[in-house]
């Protein structure tokens, strides 16, 4: 049975110049797209952290379908961190830098219970931006970063760096 980072090496589309001229873009679609390998990643995302979070957080779009993937094997809710802009008010917001661009993010102000233990998932760590602006709301709506799963981690970026206070856990680094 091939590990999880052998499936994301082997199933991963890397589309150079998009969605800008100099970005090298790492398409997890065809990753998720695989039963074995949803399953692989789910498992040992999940298995990282067992026994330590109570809820999932997606971060939007792909974080979403791993976030209900570990959410389902783990017994627990998910929540949909969000882009600006989708949810009705009232709504906590974090700005932030992106590898390129801004963006922000957001979730429903009462959400979450306070000291609930969250697990926030996403496709890619590249700068931490969007991580770091995802633990900064949950933290903010009160809940408590049990940490950070990631497919791949771009490691030239200093994402890790950026989350040094946070356990982080990437499926493969590249
Ligand atoms: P960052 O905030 O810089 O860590 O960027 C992470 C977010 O942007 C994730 O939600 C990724 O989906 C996306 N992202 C950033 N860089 C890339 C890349 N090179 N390939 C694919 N997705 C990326």
Redesign the pocket.
Known sequence: MPTAAALVDRLTAVVPDFPEPG??????TPTLADAAALKAITDELVGAFAGGFDLVAG?????FLLAAAAAYAAGTGVVAVRKAGKLPPETLTEH?????GRAALEIRADQLVPGTRVLVL????????????TCTLLERAGAVVAGVGVV?E?AG?G?RDRLADRRVVAIREV
């Open positions: 970005i090298l873009f790492r398409d997890l971060i939007e779009a792909r974080g932030y830098a992106l590898e390129y996403d496709d890619v760590l590249a700068t931490g931006g969007t991580v770091a602006a791949l771009l970026l994402g």
